[in-house]
């Protein structure tokens, strides 16, 4: 606040912003109390960006930002994540995040998103796009509240306009009316500048791109699945449309068409964003730069992902080789010297180079799993571990909520199974998992489990059941009270939670960190069946590839493998069968390619390298906000039938459009056409054109075509006209031309030629024919008539 009349440091007790931790549309009441008089009063209420802007009359702060010696430190600062670095930020900057787990980029994007990093302006706009926390309270906001709320400066002003309002309309302190007026056209002026009326239209737009329709867009946040909460971030995100947008693992539970629409809105996107995520494939389709974090530093390539990894590949190859060298060459070098420490540094970034390759290959460990009891001799495929017998499913059917499993399906899981599930989000693929592991029952039908197997199963959420206070350790202890802490301790070595990360409490790690810590625990006791539902969120690439590994270990020493995830290549390495799960289908496929095809429909156009529409692939394969009953249903139906005959009338209107505009553009030739055709006989002195002008030598005579002015013109006597050597003369005003006929004959190929026949074709950009040869070969401007008969086939341009 910049002005005597804020809120001043005494009155900073009642002052505060609990409004901005709240969710949903503000009330009037959740407003510290203000003069709403004051302008300064409400610009105190703005986001921090909006009031730095305030201060600096509106700037935003955009061009090229740099940020020198950066240091960060993690929460609890037990490690420098980041020191002395340089952090370089152009303006429509598309960049992708590359790093280990654990090497900074979510407390990077916490950092910046938070005012942390000195050197980003203050006036900028920025967003941490992440995936939304479980919070009972904003679980009970309705998804169109929960976008049209995440824009923090809109928020504010909704209120404020209603708040001054009603101190307009109830007429009271009448010395401050006039104030107060002049506040609300401030604010309303804002809300125009951001088209806040339009604002429930354009969500609405995009949250039925995004698969909720009206019915959708109303729902509690807390009915919605892991993939349908992803959605209405990202919805939240382009909404707010920051300067600086930071996206954080966006396509963690998204289905393939989600991705695909994410994938076209960051190509549009007209701010900057940095991205992190483990879909290899949308990097090298958006990305245009890399920021490498590595040895505590942010190292920039100028580059596509592709290429990043290309570089880095044989970059790392070269230092090994660099490193290999020197240390065999100084092996014996004196301690004191300068070149101990050059060889230590060698060494070190050696060691951890092996380090890392050895944690990548045994990060995730799940050991084969014990014999059930009278299964000898039987083949894995004969020893039953879940059978669904005739299952139909609905959350609630006494309050008439739809079936998810309407059909009757039946399923078995055996100890030789390799399935990896796909479907849209909202089609069935968690409630399936929910009803296989006894957190939900079936309306009707059964499920018989065998009471001897045991289970591991990483859900969605399943790092939430984790305290923030407690230290992987401390949990482990508490998840198996009977071990030994040294065994709980190896083992979340074996996930990658090494002895400095198992002593860190939960706050303290990272998001991948915690994944691992919940694999401790599903893996302790080895599994006879592993289920994973999207377990490669938060994980980084290596990682990524380190899980398939151990899944096919463990599918190979005789574990069974369920799996769910949006990641193609994971399913494929790791499934054998495939489960498309869609609304109204449930079925088992051999190929991934088969069941791709029944899943989306637009998969044969993706991989055939053709454009696919983002939005029809999405409404096409919903399964998100829309409740399917046979009405929602039939009304889809005759949505989609209006949707394509609107299409061919508006192919059809665009190809009437474009033939008028041809017809259009031909008439305006011809008229033009017609001007230079037609004869001018009203000169005027000052005129310039063009005028033969014929000269003798002896009996001979020869006539040219000059550029003249005209000097006079006489009705009924003549035009004088005045050549370029001074000379003056009369002619008729006919004879006159604005363009040079020569010049015109000469382009076109006019001019007779001995043996050539008839006349050339037209000059411009008409094409002519040559006249006819009658003996021999005639050209004709550029074409040439062949033969007796032959045709001069001349084109004429100018």
């Known amino acids: 606040m910049s002005s005597s009349s804020a809120p001043k440091a005494e009155e900073q007790k009642w002052f505060n912003r609990d409004y901005?931790?709240?969710?949903?549309?503000?009330?009037?009441?959740?407003?510290?109390?203000?003069?709403?008089?004051?302008?300064?009063?409400?610009?105190?209420?703005?986001?921090?960006?909006?009031?730095?802007?305030?201060?600096?009359?509106?700037?935003?702060?955009?061009?090229?930002?740099?940020?020198?010696?950066?240091?960060?430190?993690?929460?609890?600062?037990?490690?420098?994540?980041?020191?002395?670095?340089?952090?370089?930020?152009?303006?429509?900057?598309?960049?992708?995040?590359?790093?280990?787990?654990?090497?900074?980029?979510?407390?990077?994007?916490?950092?910046?998103?938070?005012?942390?990093?000195?050197?980003?302006?203050?006036?900028?706009?920025?967003?941490?796009?992440?995936?939304?926390?479980?919070?009972?309270?904003?679980?009970?906001?309705?998804?169109?509240?929960?976008?049209?709320?995440?824009?923090?400066?809109?928020?504010?002003?909704?209120?404020?306009?209603?708040?001054?309002?009603?101190?307009?309309?109830?007429?009271?302190?009448?010395?401050?009316?006039?104030?107060?007026?002049?506040?609300?056209?401030?604010?309303?002026?804002?809300?125009?500048?951001?088209?806040?009326?339009?604002?429930?239209?354009?969500?609405?737009?995009?949250?039925?791109?995004?698969?909720?329709d009206k019915l959708g867009e109303q729902q509690l946040m807390s009915a919605l699945s892991g993939g349908l909460r992803m959605r209405v971030a990202l919805a939240s995100a382009f909404f707010i449309a920051p300067d600086l947008l930071l996206l954080d693992e966006p396509t963690n539970h998204l289905d393939l068409p989600s991705v695909l629409w994410l994938e076209n809105q960051l190509r549009g996107y007209k701010g900057s964003f940095l991205l992190v995520t483990h879909d290899r494939h949308l990097l090298e389709n958006v990305v245009t730069s890399v920021f490498r974090l590595l040895d505590q530093k942010i190292v920039p390539y100028k580059c596509g992902f592709a290429k990043f990894e290309q570089t880095i590949k044989k970059s790392d190859i070269k230092r090994e080789e660099k490193c290999e060298k020197f240390i065999k060459r100084n092996r014996n070098v004196d301690p004191m010297s300068p070149l101990f420490r050059t060889k230590m540094e060698y060494q070190k970034w050696m060691d951890d180079r092996y380090t890392r390759s050895v944690a990548m290959q045994g990060k995730f460990t799940f050991q084969a799993p014990e014999d059930l009891p009278a299964t000898k001799g039987l083949l894995p495929e004969d020893i039953s571990l879940i059978k669904i017998s005739d299952v139909r499913f609905s959350y609630n059917v006494e309050k008439g909520l739809p079936y998810i499993f309407d059909t009757p399906i039946s399923y078995e899981i055996t100890m030789g199974t390799r399935v990896g599930i796909m479907g849209p989000n909202g089609a069935g693929k968690s409630t399936l998992l929910k009803l296989m592991t006894n957190k939900i029952f079936p309306v009707e039908g059964s499920i018989v489990s065998n009471e001897h197997f045991v289970l591991a199963y990483f859900g969605q959420h399943s790092t939430k059941e984790l305290l923030m206070t407690e230290t992987a350790v401390e949990f482990m202890a508490k998840s198996f009270p009977d071990a030994k802490v040294a065994a709980l301790k190896a083992h979340l070595g074996k996930t990658s939670v090494g002895p400095d990360a198992s002593e860190k409490r939960m706050e303290g790690l990272s998001f991948s960190q915690r994944s691992c810590v919940i694999f401790a625990k599903l893996t302790f006791i080895p599994p006879h069946l592993l289920i994973m539902d999207e377990p490669t969120n938060f994980l980084d690439l290596d990682s990524v590839d380190a899980l398939i590994l151990a899944a096919n270990k463990f599918a190979k020493a005789g574990g069974a493998l369920i799996t769910v995830t949006h990641n193609r290549d994971f399913l494929k390495r790791c499934s054998k069968k495939f489960l498309s799960i869609t609304p109204g289908s449930f079925k088992e496929y051999d190929s991934m390619k088969e069941a791709e095809r029944a899943t989306y429909s637009f998969i044969d156009a993706l991989e055939s390298g053709k454009q696919v529409d983002h939005k029809e692939a999405i409404q096409q394969n919903r399964g998100g906000g829309a409740i399917h009953t046979k009405e929602y249903l039939a009304e889809k139906k005759a949505q989609l039938s209006k949707i394509e005959q609107a299409k061919a009338d508006a192919q059809a209107l665009r190809v009437a459009e474009a033939k008028a505009i041809e017809d259009k553009e031909i008439a305006h030739a011809a008229k033009l056409e017609a001007r230079k055709k037609a004869q001018k006989l009203d000169w005027e002195a000052g005129d310039k054109a063009w005028a033969p002008i014929t000269t003798k030598s002896g009996k001979s005579s020869n006539t040219t075509w000059e550029y003249i002015t005209v000097v006079r013109n006489i009705r009924g006597i003549g035009v004088t006209i005045e050549q370029a050597n001074g000379k003056t003369a009369l002619t008729q005003p006919k004879k006159l031309k604005h363009e040079n006929p020569e010049a015109n004959r000469k382009a076109g190929g006019g001019q007779r030629q001995k043996g050539g026949g008839g006349k050339g074709g037209k000059g411009g950009k008409s094409k002519g024919k040559g006249g006819k040869g009658t003996k021999g070969k005639g050209k004709g401007g550029k074409g040439k008539g062949a033969g007796r008969t032959g045709k001069g086939g001349g084109k004429g341009r100018r």
């Open 20 to 212: 901005e931790k709240s969710f949903g549309n503000l009330k009037p009441s959740q407003l510290p109390p203000i003069d709403w008089s004051v302008k300064e009063h409400l610009e105190a209420l703005f986001p921090l960006y909006k009031r730095e802007q305030c201060k600096s009359g509106g700037k935003s702060g955009q061009g090229v930002i740099t940020v020198e010696g950066f240091d960060l430190w993690t929460p609890t600062k037990d490690r420098l994540l980041f020191k002395n670095t340089e952090l370089i930020l152009e303006p429509n900057k598309r960049c992708a995040v590359y790093g280990e787990n654990g090497t900074g980029k979510t407390m990077l994007f916490n950092s910046m998103a938070t005012g942390q990093v000195n050197g980003i302006p203050p006036t900028l706009s920025v967003h941490h796009m992440q995936e939304m926390s479980l919070d009972p309270e904003a679980d009970k906001v309705s998804v169109m509240e929960t976008v049209l709320a995440s824009h923090p400066l809109r928020r504010v002003l909704v209120v404020m306009e209603e708040v001054l309002k009603a101190k307009i309309a109830s007429k009271e302190d009448e010395p401050k009316q006039e104030a107060y007026a002049k506040n609300l056209k401030y604010v309303q002026l804002l809300l125009t500048q951001m088209q806040s009326e339009e604002a429930e239209e354009r969500v609405s737009r995009t949250l039925k791109v995004l698969g909720f």
